[in-house]
């Protein structure tokens, strides 16, 4: 089993450094070939997704991401920033089904920002299509705007666009996703005011004929967006387009106290996927030693599940995490009084220490 490692930028090498050591207990033949993404492709190869990274991503069987980004690229041109190499990876890959859990680990109540009735006992999936929509639509640009009140000036503009397939093969993902856990999908859009989104929600219920044993509502993003911090444990699954889960699953996230606990997993039609942590590369703590590395631990754990067929393992690794925090062990992001507070690479040597 070839697994690519890409650790990328800001906290990412610290990060998957606990997350390989946790790899290397297992017990199992795993290849690990590490490469450059991200600032750190550019920096050392001229382009955030050098064409090495994007064949050794290709070759594996699967791909574990750190995070990308750092102030130093701000300046860069849109296509060499480091954004691109996950965008890129997403596209290259065909990735186009995003699995963001956000569950809230009991001893992590208090780390909330809602009230703990609010949120205890929360596990929600959020599924965004990933490789459609506005993030990819062309034509996209700026131009001189070529009608209307604005006629002449200059204008910045994107795409948003849905095929049927694209939307079928993500309903299919979720409801099927749903099958597993409560059986329940909220289908997020914005059909009162897009087209795009009407289509979504047309098709979205077409697929569903094929799923009797699945319940199925409709909600607009907005009211979505309120119910997530209302009501969160009213949802089940929830599927959406690509912009709209990139904003609620930060949201859901946030429910369970720290986006430093969450994983996520992004997959093909094959289930070969690439994983990391739903956090990006917090340039602004890098190198210090005090970022959580268990949503980076816990994607490989998904990893494991989706794309590796070791599902025991998975479950090892987050049995694992789950001990540790009832040690009370915490990174400075979960740090509630009365806990332990440690650095990145204890918490990586608790994890191991517990999978022993
Ligand atoms: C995410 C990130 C990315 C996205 C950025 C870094 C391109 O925010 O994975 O949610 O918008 O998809
Ligand atoms: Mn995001």
């Given at each position: 089993m070839k697994i690519a490692i890409l650790p990328g930028d800001g906290i990412g090498p610290e990060i998957m450094k606990q997350a390989v050591k946790v790899l290397n207990v297992?017990?199992?033949?795993?290849?690990?070939?590490?490469?450059?993404?991200?600032?750190?492709?550019?920096?050392?190869?001229?382009?955030?997704?050098?064409?090495?990274?994007?064949?050794?991503?290709?070759?594996?069987?699967?791909?574990?991401?750190?995070a990308v980004g750092d102030y130093k690229y701000d300046s860069l041109e849109r296509s060499l920033r480091p954004e691109q190499a996950i965008l890129g990876l997403r596209k290259e890959l065909a990735l186009f089904a995003n699995l963001r859990p956000a569950i809230l680990y009991p001893e992590l109540a208090g780390a909330s920002t809602l009230k703990p009735e609010v949120v205890s006992g929360l596990d929600i999936l959020i599924i965004r299509e990933l490789t459609g929509d506005i993030y990819f639509g062309k034509p996209r640009g700026v131009r001189e705007c070529p009608d209307g009140p604005f006629k002449g000036e200059r204008e910045g503009f994107?795409?948003?666009?849905?095929?049927?397939?694209?939307?079928?093969?993500?309903?299919?993902?979720?409801?099927?996703?749903?099958?597993?856990?409560?059986?329940?999908?909220?289908?997020?859009?914005?059909?009162?005011?897009?087209?795009?989104?009407?289509?979504?929600?047309?098709?979205?219920?077409?697929?569903?004929?094929?799923?009797?044993?699945?319940?199925l509502d409709h909600m607009y993003v907005d009211n979505a967006a309120m119910q997530l911090v209302r009501a969160p444990k009213k949802f089940d699954v929830l599927v959406t387009g690509n912009m709209f889960g990139d904003i609620?699953?930060?949201?859901?996230?946030?429910?369970?106290?720290?986006?430093?606990?969450?994983?996520?997993?992004?997959?093909?039609?094959?289930?070969?996927?690439?994983?990391?942590?739903?956090?990006?590369?917090?340039?602004?703590?890098?190198?210090?030693?005090?970022?959580?590395?268990?949503a980076t631990i816990l994607s490989a754990a998904m990893m494991l599940r989706f794309s590796l067929g070791r599902p025991e393992q998975a479950e090892r690794i987050e049995t694992a995490v789950k001990a540790v925090l009832a040690q009370g062990l915490r990174t400075a992001d979960i740090y509630e009084p009365g806990t332990t507070r440690v650095g990145t690479d204890e918490m990586g040597d608790a994890v191991v220490k517990a999978l022993a």
């Open positions: 297992l017990g199992e033949r795993f290849e690990l070939e590490t490469a450059d993404v991200g600032g750190a492709g550019y920096a050392g190869h001229g382009h955030p997704l050098p064409a090495s990274t994007l064949a050794l991503a290709r070759a594996a069987d699967a791909v574990l991401f750190g994107d795409t948003m666009r849905y095929a049927e397939s694209e939307i079928r093969r993500i309903a299919h993902v979720a409801f099927q996703a749903a099958q597993k856990r409560d059986r329940r999908v909220t289908s997020v859009d914005k059909a009162n005011v897009l087209e795009t989104f009407q289509f979504w929600r047309d098709i979205v219920t077409d697929v569903h004929k094929e799923y009797p044993d699945i319940e609620l699953s930060d949201c859901a996230a946030m429910l369970t106290g720290s986006i430093g606990m969450l994983p996520s997993a992004s997959l093909d039609a094959n289930n070969k996927g690439l994983y990391e942590p739903s956090h990006g590369s917090a340039p602004d703590i890098a190198g210090k030693g005090i970022a959580n590395p268990l």
